[in-house]
């Protein structure tokens, strides 16, 4: 069965309530698993990284591979000396963290319409008596809050990890918020990719392999660009390009162009999903 667009006009709301009752219920298992897994894992980073700094440092310095990694995470050539801050930003670029965060973005904005689909609940869905914009907003709401409350429990984390540094050698709260808010708008950068790529498939799965693949190659060309010329010519295409913290802890710098053209990208990409969800047919088995 295919179902179009309908052409009758419905009465206009911008969000339903229980289209946001049942998202919140179906996604908040998923919630929880990273915000616990992030958390987790901010506090280990946090208590293990400056306990062992003077190690750390000795050994990453002498190894060349290291430093060419360590200048892919960070986005900034690797001194010879590691100040805390570099090692508090590694708390923030490491693969672990950048991975839960980016699996829970896919999670979330794959649901519709390609989970649905997928699952053979697509007609329920859109036989309600609401438009596929308002589905879309609905969606959005509890996906952009779910992936907030991800991340203040990786603040959390990092903060009760982070309680045998001495007060003076410590990040400041303000520079670790911004450091937050930078990743959540590299949050919506992905998800709104992984709304666009679901907005066009009629399965799940392949979507999540789609938009993996891409945040791969971006984790790939920051990577390459550290030693190969014409990788560093098209560096600005890549997502890390536009999320480096260790800026933010050692100058107390504000991101504004890097945030505003990640949430820039995700704005354009929802909209181009909301677009294509809105007038592509669904066939249902």
């Known amino acids: 069965m295919c179902l179009t667009p309908s052409p009758r006009t419905l009465q206009f709301s911008w969000m339903n309530r229980g289209l946001i009752v049942k998202a919140a219920r179906e996604l908040w298992p998923a919630t929880l698993f990273c915000g616990a897994l992030l958390a987790a894992f901010e506090a280990l980073l946090a208590y293990v990284l400056p306990t062992l700094q003077g190690q750390f440092a000795e050994t990453m310095l002498q190894l060349r591979f290291m430093q060419t990694f360590l200048s892919a995470m960070l986005g900034t050539e690797v001194s010879n000396q590691l ?147 014409p990788a560093e010519r098209v560096q600005f295409l890549g997502l890390l390009n536009y999320y480096r913290p260790l800026y933010v802890f050692r100058d107390g710098t504000v991101p504004w162009r890097d945030m505003g053209v990640l949430l820039a990208a995700g704005g354009v990409l929802w909209t181009a999903a909301g677009w294509v969800f809105a007038r592509r047919d669904v066939c249902t088995v």
């Open 83 to 229: 100040g805390p801050e570099t090692f508090f930003s590694l708390s923030w670029v490491h693969p672990v963290v950048l991975a839960t965060v980016w699996a829970h973005a896919l999670v979330c904005c794959t649901r519709v319409p390609a989970g649905e689909i997928d699952r053979g609940t697509a007609d329920v869905l859109l036989g309600l008596p609401v438009t596929r914009w308002e589905i879309v907003r609905s969606e959005t709401v509890v996906w952009l809050a779910a992936g907030l409350a991800m991340l203040v429990a990786g603040f959390v984390g990092n903060e009760l990890g982070g309680w045998n540094v001495p007060g003076g050698e410590r990040p400041r709260l303000g520079r670790m918020i911004v450091v937050v808010a930078n990743l959540f708008c590299v949050y919506v950068a992905v998800g709104g990719l992984a709304w666009l790529v679901s907005a066009a498939s009629d399965r799940r799965g392949p979507a999540i392999t789609v938009v993996f693949v891409i945040l791969l190659s971006s984790f790939l060309l920051n990577f390459l660009a550290q030693f190969w010329e």
